[in-house]
């Protein structure tokens, strides 16, 4: 078995739990920087310890088409 | 004495069978067509004014395409199996509905049928829509003609298409109309129009003259105004012919740079010798007739360097690269940003990371974004994400694209090329018919699918 880290899990009632405090996410400011822009967005966030979940459509869609245009890729 | 490169597939101009052909270096040290027919005799059409190697790395990431979602049995070989066929190597992605053969010109270079002819029936529209719904769809759609302002009922041909699944309509036009009546441009917005293709061949009244049988470069400037007052995108097309206008490439791309964002970007198309566009045919098949081949053949390479020379600079001909989905041999493309002190900033070519070629999907996208200044197609989220939002629709608005495509005629039709061929004509009877396909004629004007 390949040694997966884990650093969230989804309860039944789609509530996401930091894996590491235990604790439910809740929504926060997050700020994407990069290549000196910087991007305030709403996310999940642990509020014990920081932890921000970036959602795979999230990071797929508009994070990647603005990373693209950021690099002129 | 020419030197072989490689053989290739191509047609008898005259009888537009299927003959030996081959890709050669010729006398002059460029790129050459070279090819047979046991009837009609030898025929040599240049295909590219640069060296060899210029020639092969613009091809460099040329790979098989992918197939169409649904096709119909190869059976004579190509071209003559259009519909599209199993040996088709694109899903497709712009879609042209000829909805008329009426127009309010008579332009002595157009591929189209134009003139006083009849409109295509409105049931014959919702047929030809479903038949796309069912093999692929949606595409892209282009509303043409003839010229498609003629007709009064654009409302319900965009309505009837949204309806069935169609988001995108790009209006092909000679721009009268939208120049001469009030308020038509805003009419168009509200219609669901979502980008003016506008037919647009230089500032000079000398190129209409030539070209479209009278003076409109005023008409042109009041279609725009009208188009930019309505909030409706607009592409110039300028059609390039030798000794007419191939000296107006740089000042209409600064004339549309002025015009940007409302005009999204300039698209060339260099004059193909198809439809009723007078070949000097005899000069082009003589053979070893090198000065009426440059004469009369526009190619990447001259397109590039006229460019350069006439932006001083400030495009060069290596900013260019060739389509992805299509053959890279049938188009060019650069793109700039717009920077917020009026500067351009050149953006570097995106390079594809696999084997894989772009899907005719991305190509559609591109078309949509960037000319009909549509707002990405993202996934709904529950968070606040506008800041990405905003972020990205300003790079849409801020780009401007320079491109060109090379339609083939039966002098150059290439069918590695064809077979790529993402822009198809519908047609009632056999579906999408690639568009050199489509518009192809021998040396008489002979169509082999054009009624």
């Not at chain 2, 049928?113 to 479903?130: C, F, K, M, W």
């Not at chain 2, 030798?242 to 490439?249: A, C, K, L, M, T």
């Amino acid at each position: 078995m390949p040694n997966e880290k884990t650093y969230y899990s989804l309860e039944a009632d789609q509530h996401l739990v930091c894996h590491k405090c235990g604790v439910h996410l809740i929504k926060g400011n997050a700020v994407f920087e990069y290549l000196d822009n910087a991007f305030p967005v709403e996310l999940p966030i642990c509020p014990q310890c920081g932890f921000i979940y970036v959602p795979e459509e999230l990071a797929m869609g508009r994070v990647l088409s603005v990373e693209k245009v950021l690099e002129d890729k | 004495m020419s030197v072989r490169l490689y053989p290739a597939e191509s047609v008898c101009p005259v009888c537009l069978k299927k003959i030996k052909t081959a890709i050669t270096v010729g006398n002059d040290g460029f790129i050459h067509m070279e090819k047979a027919c046991p009837k009609h005799g030898f025929f040599d059409t240049l295909i590219w004014e640069g060296d060899v190697i210029s020639y092969l790395s613009w091809g460099d990431e040329d790979v098989e395409g992918n197939a169409p979602k649904t096709a119909i049995p190869a059976e004579k070989g190509c071209p003559h199996d259009c519909g599209l066929c199993t040996s088709h190597q694109s899903e497709g992605c712009c879609v042209l509905l000829e909805l008329t053969k009426r127009c309010n010109l008579n332009c002595p270079v157009c591929f189209a049928s134009a003139g006083n002819g009849t409109d295509l029936p409105l049931d014959e529209i919702v047929r030809q829509y479903d038949w796309l719904m069912a093999h692929g769809g949606p595409y892209n759609i282009q509303l043409s003609g003839g010229e498609p302002t003629m007709r009064d009922d654009l409302d319900e041909i965009i309505r009837l298409g949204r309806e069935r699944g169609f988001t995108y309509f790009q209006l092909n036009t000679n721009g009268l109309r939208i120049a001469e009546e009030e308020n038509y441009a805003s009419r168009l917005k509200e219609m669901g129009v979502s980008c003016v293709f506008l037919q647009f061949d230089g500032c000079r009244d000398e190129i209409y003259t030539a070209l479209r049988g009278k003076e409109l470069f005023e008409t042109k400037c009041q279609a725009i105004d009208a188009c930019a007052k309505a909030d409706l995108p607009v592409v110039l097309v300028p059609v390039i012919a030798p000794d007419i206008n191939e000296d107006d490439i740089g000042e209409i791309i600064q004339f549309a740079l002025q015009r940007h964002p409302h005009v999204r970007g300039v698209h060339f198309q260099p004059l193909s010798y198809f439809g009723r566009c007078e070949v000097p045919a005899r000069e082009l098949a003589e053979k070893c007739c090198e000065s009426a081949q440059t004469q009369w053949r526009i190619t990447i390479p001259r397109m590039l360097k006229k460019i350069e020379e006439q932006t001083n600079g400030l495009l060069k001909a290596y900013d260019f690269h060739g389509g992805g989905a299509e053959s890279p041999y049938c188009s060019f493309h650069a793109a700039v940003r717009v920077q917020s002190d009026g500067s351009l900033k050149i953006l570097k070519k995106r390079s594809r990371s696999c084997c894989c070629p772009q899907p005719s999907s991305e190509a559609m996208n591109f078309v949509s974004q960037q000319w009909g200044n549509e707002d990405p197609d993202f996934p709904e989220t529950e968070s606040d994400v506008s800041s990405l939002d905003l972020f990205l629709k300003q790079a849409i608005n801020d780009t401007f694209t320079i491109s060109g495509m090379l339609f083939q005629d039966a002098w150059n039709l290439d069918l590695k090329r064809l077979r790529r061929c993402y822009i198809c004509e519908a047609d009632s009877e056999r579906g999408m018919v690639p568009f050199c396909a489509y518009n192809l004629t021998d040396t008489n004007g002979k169509a082999l699918y054009r009624k």
